[in-house]
């Protein structure tokens, strides 16, 4: 579960990073057109790019988050077919499995 709140944790602060650096971009960029201010064009820029790095960065945590999702199932499945995993219903009619107990059998 730790793993799943940290995850969480890191999309979640990709997405305020982004979504900042996004609203940061537009009133920046408003400055410098209105006031013709450099500064304020480098920090157009700036936030522009931290925008489109922190965008890239969410992107590649949602497709890789997919790909283990995929990877653990395929895993799962392996071990249903050798008969290291048991499938069962729990008790809200769940389909389910867990791995078998390690014993000298085994």
Not at 25 to 36: D, P
Not at 67 to 79: F, G, L, P, T
């Amino acid at each position: 579960t730790s793993n799943f709140v940290i995850a969480g944790v890191r999309k979640w602060l990709l997405a305020a990073g982004a979504t900042s650096a996004g609203i940061g971009s537009v009133l920046s960029f408003v400055n410098a057109v209105t006031e013709k201010d450099a500064f304020e064009a480098r920090q157009t820029a700036i936030n522009l790019l931290g925008t489109v790095v922190l965008s890239l960065l969410l992107k590649k945590d949602l497709e890789s988050a997919d790909a283990r999702i995929e990877k653990r199932r395929e895993v799962r499945e392996k071990q249903i077919s050798r008969g290291d995993r048991t499938v069962y219903r729990n008790e809200d009619g769940m389909t389910v499995s867990r791995l078998n107990d390690v014993d000298l059998t085994w």
